[in-house]
């Protein structure tokens, strides 16, 4: 067994804190551009809307089924499913976001300083259009998301 090597261990070191201060600013950075996208939301997007939502997990299907989401001036309205326009059997449409929830998630989610995070922003309104968190690599199947395919203004 050869000695230690004091060079090697050093570089480990100084490897791992530029890893965990690339990682502190990367967080830093969501956080930014979630503050930036918010205001954009709250100034430029409509009172109404629907938008199609797809949750990414390994989950259930029912879980994972998009759904077209009705959302009448910050209350969520009505949940169809996409595919075939049905309602949702719900027992509670509280239970589905309005896009203010969305944003509300990827707060609290970058608050609990995850693996991994990746989050796209729609450039005109500044809603989240996709966003994927990995909160630790070393635990499988423990990673979600979810993708806004299409949000459309409603009259009202």
Same mark, same amino acid.
């Given at each position: 067994?050869?000695?230690?090597?004091?060079?090697?261990?050093?570089?480990?070191?100084?490897?791992?804190?530029?890893?965990?201060?690339?990682?502190?600013?990367?967080?830093?950075?969501?956080?930014?551009?979630?503050?930036?996208?918010?205001? @954009?939301?709250?100034?430029?997007?409509?009172?109404?809307?629907?938008?199609?939502?797809?949750?990414?997990?390994?989950?259930?299907?029912?879980?994972?089924?998009?759904?077209?989401?009705?959302?009448?001036?910050?209350?969520?309205?009505?949940?169809?499913?996409?595919?075939?326009?049905?309602?949702?059997?719900?027992?509670?449409?509280?239970?589905?976001?309005?896009?203010?929830?969305?944003?509300?998630?990827?707060?609290?989610? @970058?608050?609990?300083?995850?693996?991994?995070?990746?989050?796209?922003? &729609?450039?005109?309104?500044?809603?989240?259009?996709?966003?994927?968190?990995?909160?630790?690599?070393?635990?499988? &199947?423990?990673?979600?998301?979810?993708?806004?395919?299409?949000?459309?203004?409603?009259?009202?």
């Amino acid at each position: 067994m050869s000695p230690a090597n004091p060079f090697r261990s050093f570089t480990y070191a100084l490897l791992a804190l530029a890893t965990a201060a690339s990682a502190c600013s990367d967080v830093t950075g969501l956080e930014r551009e979630l503050e930036d996208n918010r205001a @954009l939301w709250e100034s430029e997007g409509p009172a109404s809307y629907s938008f199609d939502y797809h949750v990414v997990c390994y989950c259930l299907p029912e879980v994972t089924r998009p759904v077209t989401i009705t959302v009448q001036h910050g209350e969520v309205v009505s949940v169809t499913y996409v595919d075939t326009g049905e309602p949702v059997d719900t027992p509670c449409l509280c239970d589905y976001p309005t896009v203010d929830d969305l944003f509300d998630e990827i707060e609290s989610v @970058l608050a609990e300083d995850p693996y991994s995070v990746r989050v796209d922003y &729609d450039p005109e309104l500044g809603y989240p259009a996709d966003f994927f968190v990995d909160y630790d690599l070393q635990i499988a &199947d423990e990673e979600w998301g979810f993708d806004v395919l299409r949000l459309d203004p409603l009259p009202g």
